[in-house]
């Protein structure tokens, strides 16, 4: 959509929040006072309130979501998801600052909230057939130790957190963890592998991975507690360029695609915020087109 399309549909913030209302709301509005199914009435002046036809008593349309307590313009709100959503690698505040016109700290708080939406999904035991996982390490900011900023190492000896992502083959979806807390420089333990995998896959799911030591678990019946059936790909002999689908290349094009927008736009992730980076990496690999109407429903959050 470009932007002239984009100010024809949304010309009026009232146009922002009809398309709000039907994706929170559909046909039945359920009013968070008495609890009834109601019909409702928009406030003239207020429309972001509604009131209750039954109590008569009247609740914001957006409370418990991203856009609650927020002054900007609506409109610039969806243009900021709308960019977001549209560009493969992110987008820094910088740029949405220029592109809407708000100050950098208005944006950049947006876009702390829209990725926070990015990560309000549930993708306990999503995947049940084929997945791959693999995992990457990601250098972070020198952090801050007892007041003294460490010195950059680069190469051996630097500190980096590992990051653990699993792929499903059928739907292509990705869920990927920080692999924390005090990982930094670890190798993974089985067990933390095994938590990963327990999380997102159902029992019996065949396991795709690398021949890293890390997934030995699935090896023996008393650590392989779900009974995963494991398929271990060597890097080293190269089986995965044989063409028989064994492979762990989804994952790992994934990682590329992370590092880069890491890279590229953010320059630099510190620790505390890498999961919300993974978060964003992931929403956009799992939702296509529909990705827009996705990232409203969850910008609602439980109440
Ligand atoms: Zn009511």
Not at 5 to 29: C, H, L, P, W
Not at 119 to 136: H, L, Q, R, Y
Not at 205 to 223: E, I, P, R, S
């Amino acid at each position: 959509m470009t932007f002239f399309q984009f100010m024809n549909k949304f010309s009026t913030e009232e146009a922002v929040m009809d398309y709000f209302i039907n994706i929170r709301y559909g046909e039945t509005v359920v009013c968070p006072h008495c609890g009834k199914i109601t019909k409702v009435y928009r406030r003239k002046d207020a429309p972001k309130l509604f009131i209750c036809a039954n109590c008569d008593n009247h609740f914001s349309i957006f409370k418990n979501t991203i856009f609650e307590k927020s002054s900007t313009d609506l409109r610039k709100w969806f243009y900021a998801v709308h960019l977001f959503l549209n560009s493969k690698k992110g987008i820094s505040g910088l740029q949405l600052q220029r592109e809407i016109g708000v100050t950098y700290k208005t944006a950049w708080r947006m876009l702390k909230q829209i990725r926070s939406a990015m990560g309000n999904t549930d993708m306990t035991k999503a995947f049940e057939s084929m997945v791959e996982i693999d995992e990457t390490y990601i250098g972070g900011k020198p952090r801050k130790m007892n007041g003294k900023t460490e010195p950059l190492k680069r190469g051996r000896g630097t500190k980096k957190t590992p990051v653990v992502g699993v792929k499903e083959r059928s739907s292509s979806h990705v869920f990927a963890r920080v692999a924390l807390p005090n990982a930094e420089g670890k190798k993974l333990t089985g067990k933390q592998l095994f938590n990963i995998l327990d999380s997102v896959c159902k029992k019996d799911a065949t396991v795709l991975t690398d021949d890293f030591t890390g997934y030995n678990f699935m090896n023996h019946k008393n650590t392989n507690k779900n009974n995963y059936y494991r398929i271990s790909v060597n890097h080293s002999e190269s089986i995965y360029s044989l063409g028989n689908g064994l492979h762990t290349n989804g994952i790992e094009s994934f990682w590329a695609l992370l590092k880069r927008g890491i890279l590229g736009i953010y320059h630099h992730v510190s620790v505390k915020y890498l999961q919300e980076y993974v978060n964003e990496f992931c929403f956009r690999q799992n939702n296509g087109s529909s990705s827009f109407d996705a990232l409203l429903r969850q910008g609602v959050f439980a109440a």
